[in-house]
């Protein structure tokens, strides 16, 4: 049963896309566990460039099955808007499996998305506004609107008019809204019913019957560790469970099925929206790792907020997730620094503190504690082998595999899918 979880190990955005590409030939499922269309990997194939939001980055290996798990919430226009533009490009989108019991973002969840974020101000969290907390807050509220509700018009208008009851007074009351009119809501979903439905399938049990049949599996997270609802900076997380339990609940696999995880690590850290960032840089290296990486969101455009490598947030990842490998993306970047600074613990109130504090507000002020490892100058973009590598970079690899408490076992130095290094195969 090799089934595998891959997962953001900081803040999301760590190159997970590469990742599950890379292994996307060995792997006969890959499945989208939890978030939405708030998340984005970018895969480079050859010379061209996807840029994926909600499917599955699978979907670009022929091989393989691209599944979208019942812990997803989808939002059925970007959904064909994205399938369009990878037909378009000759991509073969048919084999796309989606569970039934994945929730629908309705327009209406992304009214609110947008309109409670701009009341918030100054306090806003930095969602992207489309909608994924609110469509994640109806599922909890048991109001929400499941893929197979499209297929029940009494259904699905009993669930539209008891989620808009309320949320029309808070809209005219308190928002100084129009009232939402239900009928055009459901036209609107009933409108995506027959193009869903040969995608539409009961995913727990292909997934379940896939590993009885020694299949490989690959669950693939959105977001990352940092942003997870539970173990994440609350409250500027997302709405779901890009860690690795996530993967049971959001695709029905049991634990007892999971047989390897793999953290996803930038060489250095990003994050976009608010929230506490020890290690952020306000300087010309920040706007160094900001140019060089790329670092602008695939699925919002935002610039991302850059800083050193924290092996504080890596052996936390380490811990609540059972990593067993690392996937170090973008050594590249760092390439033609004298010395790379690494964030091995903090400084709370006067106290070194190397653990990640469960207090929001000591980690909201922790200050990085440096190590300073020496840097260099030689293109990697090139290698194929750990040995390849110059001997600063390989002691950069090294030091942080044992700062943050599992292997690194492959190694990005470009963006292209052959541009790793594989050092401990992960099938």
């Not at 990742?19 to 006969?28: F, I």
């Not at 997730?321 to 613990?345: H, Q, S």
Request: proline fraction near 5%; include cysteine.
């Amino acid at each position: 049963m090799p089934a595998l979880v891959l997962l953001g190990a900081q803040w999301g955005d760590e190159g997970k896309g590469k990742a599950t590409d890379l292994l996307g030939g060995s792997v006969d499922y890959v499945v989208r566990y939890q978030g939405g269309n708030n998340a984005g990997h970018t895969v480079v194939v050859g010379d061209q460039k996807y840029a994926l939001h909600l499917l599955p980055s699978g979907i670009l290996t022929p091989e393989c099955t691209p599944v979208i798990g019942n812990g997803v919430v989808v939002d059925p226009s970007v959904l064909f808007s994205e399938l369009n533009g990878l037909n378009e490009r000759g991509v073969d989108t048919s084999k796309l499996l989606i569970s039934g019991n994945a929730h629908i973002i309705t327009p209406y969840n992304v009214t609110v998305d947008k309109v409670t974020e701009r009341f918030l101000g100054k306090r806003k969290i930095g969602t992207t506004g489309r909608g994924i907390g609110p469509t994640y807050a109806d599922k909890i509220n048991r109001v929400g609107i499941r893929v197979q509700d499209l297929y029940d018009e009494s259904i699905l208008t009993q669930k539209v008019e008891a989620s808009l009851d309320i949320k029309n007074q808070m809209l005219t009351k308190l928002y100084n809204r129009r009232a939402i009119a239900i009928e055009q809501v459901v036209e609107e979903l009933l409108s995506y019913a027959d193009r869903l439905k040969p995608y539409v399938a009961d995913t727990v049990l292909i997934l379940n019957k896939a590993l009885d049949d020694d299949k490989v599996v690959l669950f693939e997270g959105g977001q990352g560790t940092l942003l997870d609802i539970d173990h994440g900076t609350y409250p500027f997380v997302t709405s779901s469970n890009p860690t690795a339990g996530g993967a049971c609940t959001g695709a029905g696999v049991g634990p007892t099925k999971i047989s390897r995880v793999i953290g996803i690590l930038k060489a250095y850290t990003t994050r976009v929206g608010s929230g506490p960032f020890p290690t952020e840089l306000f300087d010309a290296d920040g706007d160094a790792l900001r140019r060089i990486g790329g670092e602008r969101g695939v699925t919002t455009g935002r610039d991302r907020r850059c800083g050193w490598f924290d092996a504080v947030i890596a052996r936390y990842a380490t811990r609540v997730n059972g990593l067993t490998d690392f996937f170090l993306t973008k050594l590249d970047v760092l390439t033609g620094w004298e010395e790379i600074p690494v964030c091995v613990a903090y400084e709370i109130d006067g106290k070194r503190v190397e653990e990640l504090p469960y207090s929001q507000s000591d980690f909201h002020h922790a200050k990085p504690i440096y190590e300073t490892l020496p840097g260099w100058s030689e293109d990697i973009t090139k290698a194929k082998t750990f040995a390849d590598l110059p001997k600063n970079a390989q002691a950069y690899v090294k030091a942080l595999e044992e700062m943050s408490g599992a292997p690194i076992s492959a190694i990005g130095v470009g963006p292209g899918r052959t541009e790793t290094i594989e050092i401990n195969s992960f099938i």
